[in-house]
């Protein structure tokens, strides 16, 4: 049975009627790794794996949730003290408080979701879970909040009700993604492109570690916090810095005994990365795979090496795919785990993923998973 229909099954046990459906997706990153809390560039697709959740106003000040994954229910109110305890009915709370912060109506609700987005896997599931109820109450209660601010709903989201304080990548793709393209977005302005994505000869295909580390939303908040105050020491120097991403390598250089070595290895991956976004855009357009694998590569030593968010099974996915002649390869994600992201050339696809799944079992005693990408629609009404 697909995950609509044993949703709306759920739903008509549990509310005696239909809900109205909505879905949203999970992300990929082509390259642009924590660069958008920076200000930076990040160039990220929606999924064809996501959330979908059926819905119904109820007529109360109640909202009552049921996840099937975990197959778990939960009620709350909608006040700032009716926050639940349970992790995932936190989004769903989170969602509805943003909503009305921003002065949206938000009244009570039915809503039963499921989702088949791999979990831990660093492909966004939880700004899926976000962008499909913000989408949805949206469009429920008719509020006209605006595409941006429904991102950003799902950011708010994760900082004020779950302790990650996220960039808007995640949300942002979750909610414009649109099929078989990916999107450049300047976190700073704001202002996005979508470029089609139809590599010629090659696949894109993840490499799920399934390993998820312990501790990655404060390590994920330590790593800002590095970023913000590299930020402020170059700020003294050239106070037009509002962001890492607006300083220049040597301004950086600068201040390097200023602040802790450690920032300043954080602020250097920064500062590399945002161009390299650029890069692989401009080599995008003319076709020049080799060029985005290789920056690709660059992004992983800089994630393994400088910001130090890979671990040992990612840089051993990573180094077999160099010792193989993957054309690019590298941790994808927020990181402490998960996924690398592999663009393979057609020819090379199957002996790759033959190899990668052996040696990875062989070294860790457990087996990799492999999702094929492909980019698809983000949040919608079915
Ligand atoms: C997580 C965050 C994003 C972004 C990435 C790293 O996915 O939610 O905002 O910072 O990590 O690029």
């Known amino acids: 049975m697909n995950m609509q229909t044993r949703i709306q099954e759920k739903f008509r046990a549990l509310f005696g009627e239909d809900g109205i459906l909505y879905a949203s997706a999970g992300r990929?990153?082509?390259?642009?790794?924590?660069?958008?809390?920076?200000?930076?560039?990040?160039?990220?697709?929606?999924?064809?794996?996501?959330?979908?959740?059926?819905?119904?106003?109820?007529?109360?000040?109640?909202?009552?949730?049921?996840?099937?994954?975990y197959d778990e229910c939960c009620s709350f109110g909608l006040r700032e003290e009716d926050a639940p305890e349970k992790a995932w009915a936190r989004y769903v709370f989170g969602v509805c408080r943003e909503t009305l912060k921003r002065g949206g109506k938000v009244e009570g609700f039915n809503a039963v979701f499921a989702g088949d987005v791999p979990l831990g896997a660093g492909l966004s599931s939880s700004?899926?879970?976000?962008?499909?109820?913000?989408?949805?109450?949206?469009?429920l209660f008719a509020n006209g909040i605006d595409k941006f601010?429904?991102?950003?709903?799902?950011?708010?989201?994760?900082?004020?009700?779950?302790?990650?304080?996220?960039?808007?990548?995640?949300?942002?793709?979750?909610?414009?993604?649109?099929?078989?393209?990916?999107?450049?977005?300047?976190?700073?302005?704001?202002?996005?492109?979508?470029?089609?994505?139809?590599?010629?000869?090659?696949?894109?295909?993840l490499i799920d570690s399934c390993v998820k580390h312990e501790l990655a939303s404060s390590a994920y908040n330590r790593r800002r916090a590095s970023c913000e105050n590299a930020a402020a020491a170059i700020r003294k120097n050239h106070p037009e810095v509002e962001f890492l991403s607006d300083a220049k390598r040597v301004w950086l250089d600068e201040v390097r005994a200023d602040i802790p070595e450690e920032d300043?290895?954080?602020?250097?991956?920064?500062?590399?990365?945002?161009?390299?976004?650029?890069?692989?855009?401009?080599?995008?357009?003319?076709?020049?795979?080799?060029?985005?694998?290789?920056?690709?590569?660059?992004?992983?030593?800089?994630?393994?090496?400088?910001?130090?968010?890979?671990?040992?099974?990612l840089d051993f996915l990573?180094?077999?795919?160099?010792?193989?002649?993957?054309?690019?390869?590298?941790?994808?994600?927020?990181?402490?785990?998960?996924?690398?992201?592999?663009?393979?050339?057609?020819?090379?696809?199957?002996?790759?993923?033959?190899?990668?799944?052996?040696?990875f079992e062989a070294r860790f005693g457990h087996a990799p998973k492999v999702y094929d990408v492909v980019i698809s629609d983000g949040a919608r009404r079915l």
């Open 264 to 313: 300043f290895l954080r602020a250097e991956y920064v500062i590399g990365e945002v161009q390299r976004v650029l890069d692989v855009c401009d080599a995008l357009e003319r076709g020049d795979y080799e060029t985005v694998g290789e920056m690709m590569y660059q992004t992983h030593f800089g994630m393994s090496r400088l910001y130090e968010v890979s671990c040992e099974e």
């Open 149 to 205: 601010e429904l991102a950003r709903i799902g950011q708010s989201t994760e900082h004020n009700y779950c302790g990650v304080k996220c960039g808007i990548m995640d949300q942002f793709a979750s909610i414009f993604g649109q099929e078989g393209k990916l999107i450049r977005l300047n976190c700073k302005t704001m202002e996005y492109k979508y470029f089609p994505f139809h590599p010629e000869g090659y696949r894109l295909v």
């Open 318 to 359: 990573n180094k077999l795919a160099r010792k193989m002649d993957v054309t690019g390869s590298r941790v994808m994600g927020g990181g402490f785990g998960g996924c690398t992201i592999n663009l393979v050339r057609n020819e090379l696809y199957d002996s790759f993923i033959a190899a990668a799944k052996k040696e």
């Open 127 to 139: 700004a899926a879970l976000e962008s499909c109820f913000a989408f949805a109450l949206n469009d």
């Open 28 to 69: 990929i990153n082509l390259i642009g790794e924590h660069t958008d809390y920076n200000g930076g560039y990040v160039f990220p697709g929606a999924i064809d794996c996501g959330i979908v959740a059926a819905i119904r106003l109820n007529g109360t000040d109640k909202v009552n949730v049921c996840s099937l994954d």
